[in-house]
């Protein structure tokens, strides 16, 4: 079993994958920029017993981050719950994925681990959606080169947004309405974020692809992702484990044998 550990601005995502690289179970935590790498391992620990796994039953571990100050009181919870010395994505992380970007070492882990999975999995040219508190867009070209893509304000933050900076609109379920057009604030609301955020999937699909001049494989992942896609006039396969799955992949591609 691997410990494949995600850590975002919001959340930290722990998935256990097995040797097919299936993720077998995932766990959720909140990115608590106050908690020490002790509470965060008793949490870790306490997490995995209430769930029946071994902390000590994993053959490796590997954390991509884009929140640098949980980095390593992360990497050292994990090692505390563990025993193992996990594999921090980062520089000099061999991956497989040519980034061809202006500075490729600013680019986040975890879009790195979604391209690698995605190259794996998907016919080329693919465009990947990640959904969490941002939404990336990202292509990785015929070639298995990364060419960069867009980030838009995640959809729960837009509507978290709308809610806080307005007197009279509250906030609402991340759910879709029955129409488009609704006569209820709560509905409007709804709708602008569900189906707007479909509406720009499809759109940028579009300007991507008349831009690449081909046509792609379209994929979708993060927590927001499941709720938006069945909305999209374009085939997206929605992949929920897709980041896991890269990070997985990318453990391999660095096994000491």
């Known amino acids: 079993m691997l410990l494949a550990i995600d850590i975002g601005n919001s959340n930290i995502v722990i998935g256990c994958l097995n040797d097919k690289l299936e993720t077998v179970d995932t766990f959720r935590m909140v990115s608590d920029l106050k908690k ?30 884009v929140v640098p100050p ?19 994505l980062g520089s000099g992380t061999k991956t497989g994925l040519n980034i061809m970007i202006e500075n490729p070492a600013s680019l986040g882990s ?22 969490g508190t941002a939404t990336t867009i990202t292509v990785v070209d015929k070639k298995g080169n990364y060419i960069g893509g867009a ?10 947004a709308l809610s806080n900076g307005t007197s009279m609109l509250q906030r609402v379920p991340l759910e879709a309405p029955k129409k488009v057009i609704n006569t209820m604030t709560i ?18 699909i579009d300007r991507f692809e008349e831009e690449l001049g081909e046509t792609c494989s379209l994929v979708a992942t993060g927590g ?34």
Do not use: W
């Open 36 to 65: 020490t790498e002790h509470e965060f391992a008793a949490q870790m620990h306490a997490i995995l017993e209430y769930n029946n796994v071994d902390c000590r039953g994993f053959e490796g571990a590997i954390i991509c981050s």
């Open 70 to 88: 949980l980095t390593d009181i992360f990497r050292s919870a994990v090692e505390k719950v563990t025993g193992l010395k996990p594999l921090v």
């Open 110 to 131: 975890d879009l790195v681990a979604d391209s690698v999975a995605a190259m794996a999995d998907y016919p080329l040219p693919v465009i990947v959606f990640d959904m």
């Open 151 to 160: 980030i838009l304000a995640g959809v729960g933050i837009s509507i978290n």
């Open 187 to 204: 509905e409007s609301m709804q709708s602008g974020a569900i189906f707007g955020a479909a509406s720009m999937m499809d759109g940028m």
């Open 224 to 257: 927001i992702a499941g709720k938006i896609v069945p909305y999209c006039k374009h085939d997206i396969v929605y992949d929920e484990n897709l980041l896991l799955r890269g990070l997985g992949m990318i453990y391999r591609k660095n096994r000491k044998k």
